[in-house]
């Protein structure tokens, strides 16, 4: 069976994360795209050394399946190379600055005039209008400024966290609106501009914490979901760290009481509730930590696992590529991580490495 997207041509004007991360995401489903770059190519091609291949393992996770070529978008010859090519693709996809591609002359509306049937994909930091339109946007403004650090760090000693959220965020919204332009062109056979800020991404993306505090006043700071989930970090006796999610069935905390042979808490009146355990959640934290630190971390989880309680390793990135579940499911390869989306009718092959700079320039541009 062909793949998803095996009939879908993109063509891909991205530099760093954003762009680029929703083009692979469309590639991953088998679109044929088309990888545009400067004649200096794509700066994360340089962000960060080491590897075996002629560019950066940050450039390889983002552009795998594709093929590349360089055109000079600042000259004539290259807009005319480009918009050659945009006539006849099903996507194009850009994360300038609003008003660039319009200036160098591969904006949205020339671009529908000569293929209607185009969907026009536009990633912004913060959108195409507005007061912050025009400033330089990179993750950490936008995660900064999206609300995504207020979680994660004391604002009393703020400093940039990874990964990159609001990068990645945007580019999985991006596919989500060019694949749901793609359905309302089969029944109206027209393309449309799809238009994705990181800001907008971000915001959604923390619909949980802004409803919270629409509704109550409450604003969720560092910590504070962790409580509410009932979600707590242990260390075995090994120093091996591992995580128990109790959430809200109470069958997982009478399970864990059996688990840890500590009967007696259910007759706390600190944590005799849910609500409770919420309340006193640090102190529940204090005599999680203190028992488990008292057995290895595997036999925990031989105990969680016969009570049902959910629970996981805290991995490394390093653990992760040697955990037990992920090796089977094959998600991770020699360079990368493998999509782990799976059809019934699809057998996927492996996603070709990142193109080389201009990898493509005489079959593409000499076709």
Same mark, same amino acid.
Request: aromatic share 8%.
């Given at each position: 069976?062909?793949?998803p997207l095996?009939?879908?041509?993109?063509i891909e004007?991205? @530099?760093?994360?954003?762009?680029?991360?929703?083009?692979k995401?469309l590639?991953? %489903?088998g679109?044929? +795209?088309?990888?545009?770059?400067?004649p200096?190519?794509?700066?994360?091609r340089r #962000?960060?050394?080491?590897g075996?291949?002629?560019?950066?393992?940050?450039f $390889?996770a983002?552009n795998?399946?594709?093929r590349?070529?360089t055109?000079?978008?600042?000259?004539p010859?290259?807009v005319?190379?480009?918009?050659?090519l945009?006539g006849?693709a099903?996507v194009?996809?850009e994360n300038?600055?609003p008003?660039?591609?319009d !200036?160098?002359?591969? $904006?949205?509306? @020339? %671009?529908?005039a000569?293929?209607p049937?185009?969907?026009?994909?536009?990633i912004?930091?913060?959108?195409p209008? $507005?007061p912050?339109?025009k400033?330089?946007?990179?993750?950490s403004v936008?995660?900064? %400024?999206?609300g995504?650090?207020?979680?994660?760090?004391?604002?009393?000693s703020p400093?940039?966290?990874?990964?990159?959220?609001?990068?990645l965020?945007?580019?999985m919204?991006?596919?989500?609106?060019?694949?749901?332009?793609?359905?309302?062109?089969?029944s109206?056979?027209?393309?449309q !501009?799809v =238009?994705?800020?990181?800001l907008?991404?971000?915001?959604?993306?923390?619909t =949980?914490?802004?409803?919270?505090?629409? =509704?109550?006043?409450? +604003?969720?700071?560092?910590g504070?979901?962790?409580?509410r989930?009932q979600a707590?970090?242990? +260390?075995?006796?090994?120093?091996?760290?591992?995580?128990?999610?109790?959430?809200v069935? &109470?069958?997982? #905390?009478r399970?864990?009481?059996?688990?840890?042979e !500590?009967?007696?808490?259910?007759d706390?009146?600190?944590?005799?509730? @849910?609500?409770?355990?919420?309340?006193?959640?640090?102190?529940?934290?204090?005599?999680?930590k203190a &028992?488990t630190?008292?057995h290895?971390?595997?036999?925990w989880?031989e @105990?969680l696992?016969?009570?049902?309680?959910?629970?996981g390793a %805290?991995n490394?990135?390093?653990?992760?590529?040697?955990?037990r579940?992920?090796r089977h499911?094959g998600?991770?390869?020699?360079? =990368?991580?493998v999509p782990?989306?799976r059809?019934?009718?699809?057998e996927?092959?492996?996603p070709?490495?990142?193109?080389d700079?201009?990898?493509?320039?005489?079959?593409v541009?000499?076709?």
């Open positions: 069976m062909p793949a095996d009939d879908v041509r993109v004007i991205g @530099r760093y994360i954003s762009g680029p991360y929703a083009a995401l590639a991953d %489903l679109a044929d +795209v088309l990888k545009v770059e400067s200096d190519g794509d700066p994360m #962000w960060q050394g080491g075996d291949r002629p560019y950066s393992p940050q $390889g983002y795998r399946g594709k590349g070529i055109l000079d978008l600042r000259s010859d290259g005319a190379d480009l918009l050659r945009a006849d099903d194009l996809i300038f600055r008003g660039v591609a !200036r160098l002359g591969f $904006g949205w509306e @020339r %671009l529908r000569r293929n049937r185009l969907v026009y994909c536009s912004t930091g913060f959108g209008d $507005g912050y339109a400033r330089p946007a990179y993750d936008i995660s900064a %400024l999206g995504m650090y207020g979680h994660l760090v004391p604002l009393d400093r940039p966290v990874g990964p990159a959220f609001s990068d965020l945007s580019g919204s991006a596919a989500q609106g060019i694949l749901a332009a793609l359905h309302a062109r089969s109206t056979g027209e393309g !501009r =238009e994705v800020s990181m907008g991404a971000l915001t959604d993306f923390l =949980e914490a802004v409803s919270t505090y629409l =509704e109550t006043g409450t +604003v969720v700071a560092p504070t979901r962790a409580a989930a707590y970090g242990c +260390v075995g006796s090994d120093g091996l760290p591992f995580v128990i999610h109790m959430s069935p &109470e069958k997982f #905390w399970g864990l009481l059996d688990v840890i !500590r009967p007696d808490l259910a706390d009146p600190r944590f005799a509730t @849910r609500e409770a355990r919420y309340r006193n959640y640090d102190a529940l934290d204090a005599i999680l &028992e630190g008292e290895p971390r595997d036999e989880f @105990r696992t016969a009570a049902d309680i959910p629970h %805290l490394t990135v390093a653990d992760l590529a040697q955990d579940q992920v499911l998600l991770i390869d020699d360079h =990368e991580t782990g989306t059809f019934s009718a699809w996927r092959d492996r070709a490495p990142a193109p700079l201009g990898a493509h320039n005489t079959e541009l000499d076709a």
